[in-house]
């Protein structure tokens, strides 16, 4: 696991996590108002019981101030009932408060992430997939305020834009196929998969981006991200557990927006479906009945101006009929190919590293490489131990991949733009992936 620092911001957001229910516009805007969380929390603790008359009347007035600030600067407006449900909410919050196990900041530290098991990044951190502010830009609901995971948080800002890939549980052998097949093709093209880490159509997607890893390595394969709806020592299902390991041994990530010890009930889902939404640049949905969780993703993706595609299907069974129910009424641009992964997002690409991840220097890198050289680069990842690659071997798994598509002539060139790009070395016939 990359180490991530929890910095004081980053703790007071957790802390204020720990106080809500669930996502919290009025929280996103008080915050807003105040200009930090820690601003945010210093007079949700004052302004509650215990202190001295005069400081929670100050705090109090100053939580009013922010609030309308912040409800302002969103572009939202505030009458006296939106006054009232703030107030209610900050008693709720000033309650939730006097149940943390400490207020010693380093035994917080400890206790939210579970003894070090997990780690939590704020937006300010490296890692911080910024288009999460969009769920705030286009939608009433509110952004996460931190997030919490397990594995390599960059993970998330590997690739600029993501891919979702989601589905009903209950997929058939058709949805399974699908969702394994299209995320496989997008990681072997770079890009990152986002799924839910649920059984059925998410789990396929994972093991798809999986597979990927285990052909081509990590500097050329797409990770995967796993978005859960409770706290992360409560994911499952439980027969998904190897899944969920094999997530973190392959540089991806299990992230959540909820603290650690929260229950995912059902309502949640729904939230964090929004989430898998937001992190995606193009959506699909593999399969889905006409009642789905992946429809009410599917719906976020277009509140949110995603790309939405969907996979159409025998419209004699009922696994299809969401999917098709998309595709027919143009909410949803139909899927015509598993393979042809560049028809439904950006180019491929190298994933992206960040440096600055443990809390210095922002600055996200990325490699990339275009035309068809990309698909002979990754025919070369496929192979096998690199070094120990031939053209004939590059050749023979086009064949495979792109059949008919490539002539001895056009990979040879590739092979040579390549090389000339730094990108492989060629030595007595035997080709190597440079940083690999």
């Known amino acids: ?112 992430t579970v003894g070090g098991s997990q780690w939590i990044i704020a937006p300010h951190h490296p890692c911080w997939p910024d288009q999460l502010a969009d769920l705030s830009l286009h939608t009433d609901w509110a952004a996460p305020l931190c997030l919490w995971g397990k594995g390599d948080p960059q993970a998330l800002v590997s690739c600029s834009a993501p891919v979702g890939i989601v589905g009903s549980r209950g997929v058939g052998d058709y949805g399974r196929q699908c969702a394994h097949e299209l995320a496989l093709h997008a990681a072997r ?33 797409g990770r995967t991200v796993a978005v859960f709806a409770g706290g992360l020592n409560h994911i499952g299902p439980k027969s998904n557990q190897r899944l969920f390991e094999q997530i973190e041994n392959h540089s991806g990530a299990l992230i959540s927006e909820l603290c650690p010890g929260t229950v995912p009930e059902a309502r949640r889902f729904l939230l964090r479906n929004r989430l898998i939404a937001a992190l995606s640049s193009t959506l699909i949905v593999a399969q889905a009945r006409a009642r789905s969780g992946a429809l009410n993703t599917a719906g976020w993706a277009n509140e949110l101006n995603r790309n939405l595609f969907a996979v159409p299907g025998d419209v004699t069974m009922p696994h299809n009929t969401g999917c098709n129910r998309l595709i027919q009424e143009g ?34 890198r990325e490699t990339p490489y275009a035309g068809s050289g990309t698909t002979v680069l990754n025919a070369i990842g496929m192979c096998g131990t690199s070094g120990n690659v031939t053209a004939d071997d590059v050749l023979a798994k086009l064949d495979e991949t792109h059949p008919g598509e490539y002539s001895v002539a056009r990979v040879m060139r590739d092979l040579g733009s390549l090389e000339l790009e730094g990108l492989i070395d060629v030595r007595s016939g035997r080709i190597s992936i440079i940083g690999r």
């Not at 990152?192 to 789990?203: E, F």
């Not at 992964?341 to 440096?355: F, Q």
């Open 331 to 364: 909410k949803a641009s139909i899927v015509c190919s598993l393979t042809e992964i560049d028809e439904l997002c950006h180019g491929a690409h190298r994933p992206e590293s960040v440096d600055g991840a443990d809390g210095g220097e922002d600055e996200r």
């Open 1 to 112: 696991m990359t180490a991530t620092t929890i910095d004081d911001e980053t703790l007071a957001r957790a802390v204020l996590t720990f106080c809500l229910d669930s996502a919290d516009a009025m929280m996103y805007a008080l915050i807003k108002g105040t200009g930090s969380a820690a601003s945010a929390l210093q007079l949700i603790a004052d302004s509650g019981p215990g202190n001295h008359e005069g400081v929670v009347a100050a705090a109090c007035s100053a939580l009013d101030a922010a609030f309308i600030n912040g409800i302002t600067r969103w572009g939202r407006t505030i009458n006296a009932r939106g006054m009232a449900s703030f107030h209610g909410s900050l008693v709720s919050w000033q309650q939730r408060l006097t149940l943390l196990p400490c207020k010693d900041p380093d035994e917080l530290r400890d206790w939210f």
């Open 189 to 221: 093209a770079g890009h990152l998969v986002v799924s839910g880490g649920a059984l059925g159509a998410d789990a396929a997607a994972h093991w798809g981006a999986i597979q990927a890893m285990d052909e081509m390595g990590a500097p050329l394969a």
